[in-house]
């Protein structure tokens, strides 16, 4: 894999590509260079690799015994600075504890519908697994071919599917992790009312409360029946009323992202004269169609048209200009932007995203309020730039916008326009009632606001756990909670 930034060395743009895709984008955006910057060289790193339970158990007594901080390490595709070694002074060192060895689905339950997976398989492994099975877990991030599942727990990570189970929390039966106390483990139930759950301390606990080695999950039979289609609003608001509709309904849609024109025009989904809906309905036991017909009616009432729509391999209508297919291109935009944000850095342009989630009754002020400071803080910042958004996805209550943002950088000062733009943004989000991560997680980079949002008794609750588990202070210090080393 890179070192440097996303996916496999040879699936990178080799350097006549990345020429050719910085003249590109330049080009579409009036800013950054034609002239792409080269990698720094890979520097010495050890990692430690345990293949078994008992090998983390050694790896993590030993990082106690001599003072330093470790970090669980799955796939590395953190864009929160969750599993950087950013520890702080008085740790003699930092060990990561990378679990991918430990990526088998040890157990199927054909019966409950569930399976016990290591927490080291990635996306593309626990699928391939389960298909043997004719399951699916049903969750996929846009990290999907990198991350993993232990990964997904510590961050309560949401996957593709924008309606009703959308985050890995919806899955989880039961947990195993390890912790310098001991092993921690809960009891596999469908449901419980006996007090707080362990579960939910583990989810979201990113790797301060314990190395997470194994979990049991739900799954379910792979899907027969596919239909999507491209739905066309005038501007990004009406389009969030039908998409508000479509959420109150219970058609439960598996793909139910609205892109802003900015955004269309940028990833290619059409000319930037509509929003764009990509809706989708998938299921394993029956046709989909009387779901779609359902929602694209629905759509209508609030002023959508649909181009075109397919069934089947859910590759479905086309873009308002007639340049091809909306969903498909869309889709491979999607897949492909973690790609080519490193060709944008290189390129002398400023990409990040951020998202959050607020409820219907404050998305237009909410909104409207994020897009306004932010655009300002890009301005300001870099002089120009453009701030997108987009619904990854939608509840009954409210929506999760996410938003989207191309600047011109400075070589050398990268990090400080990115710093200043992050806390303009952030700032907003949290003045505005809104969550300062709805799936990316808090890591490093989110703890100012993440400690705004929180209760502060919690935060003094969260750190009793923290003393409790982790005495020494050794698991990833310094996300959720600052330990107070013994």
């Not at 599993?83 to 689905?105: F, H, S």
């Not at 990964?151 to 947990?175: C, K, M, N, P, Q």
């Not at 342009?349 to 959050?356: A, M």
Request: charged fraction near 20%; include cysteine; glycine fraction near 12%.
């Amino acid at each position: 894999m890179k070192h440097w930034g996303w996916g496999f060395e040879d699936e990178q743009l080799s350097p006549t590509q990345a020429r050719a895709a910085a003249a590109e984008i330049t080009k579409r955006l009036g800013f950054g260079s034609s002239d792409p910057q080269e990698p720094v060289a890979l520097s010495d790193v050890v990692v430690a690799r345990p293949r078994t339970e008992e090998e983390a158990a050694a790896v993590l007594d030993w990082a106690v015994s001599t003072g330093a901080a470790a970090i669980p390490f799955g796939g590395g595709t953190s864009v929160v600075g969750g599993v950087e070694p950013r520890v702080g002074p008085g740790y003699a060192g930092v060990v990561t504890i990378d679990v991918k060895a430990l990526d088998r689905v040890l157990d199927v339950d054909p019966v409950s519908l569930s399976a016990r997976i290591q927490a080291g398989a990635t996306g593309p492994g626990l699928e391939d697994q389960l298909s043997d099975h004719g399951l699916t877990l049903r969750h996929f991030p846009q990290s999907f071919q990198f991350s993993t599942l232990g990964g997904w727990i510590a961050t309560r990570a949401g996957g593709h599917f924008a309606t009703l189970y959308t985050h890995i929390d919806d899955l989880v039966e039961s947990v195993r992790a390890l912790t310098p106390e001991g092993w921690w483990e809960s009891r596999r139930l469908p449901g419980s009312g006996a007090g707080i759950s362990p579960d939910r301390l583990l989810l979201g606990s990113e790797g301060a409360l314990g190395v997470i080695t194994e979990a049991w999950l739900r799954v379910r039979p792979r899907p027969a029946s596919r239909a999507s289609a491209a739905v066309l609003f005038d501007d990004f608001l009406s389009g969030a009323a039908s998409v508000r509709a479509l959420s109150q309904s219970g058609l439960h849609p598996s793909n139910c992202r609205l892109l802003d024109p900015v955004e269309v025009s940028i990833t290619g989904a059409g000319d930037g004269g509509h929003a764009l809906l990509v809706l989708g309905f998938e299921s394993a036991e029956g046709d989909v169609e009387p779901w779609m017909s359902a929602a694209l009616e629905c759509c209508a009432e609030h002023g959508g048209s649909t181009e075109r729509r397919r069934s089947g391999d859910g590759n479905a209508g086309r873009s308002a200009s007639g340049g091809g297919d909306a969903v498909g291109s869309w889709r491979e935009a999607f897949l492909r932007a973690p790609y080519l944000r490193d060709v944008m850095v290189a390129t002398g342009v400023l990409s990040e995203t951020f998202e959050s989630a607020i409820t219907w009754d404050r998305f237009e002020s909410f909104h409207r309020a994020v897009m306004e400071r932010t655009k300002a803080a890009v301005d300001d910042v870099c002089g120009d730039g453009v701030v997108t958004c987009r619904f990854t996805h939608v509840y009954p209550d409210g929506p999760a916008p996410y938003f989207t943002i191309l600047a011109p950088a400075r070589v050398g000062g990268e990090l400080e326009q990115w710093a200043e733009i992050k806390r303009a943004a952030s700032d907003v989000v949290i003045d505005c009632g809104g969550t300062i991560t709805h799936h990316h997680a808090v890591g490093r980079d989110h703890r100012p606001w993440y400690d705004r949002q929180r209760p502060d008794p919690f935060a003094t609750a969260l750190a009793a756990a923290k003393a409790a588990l982790d005495p020494a202070g050794a698991l990833n210090p310094g996300v959720l909670i600052d330990p107070q080393r013994a």
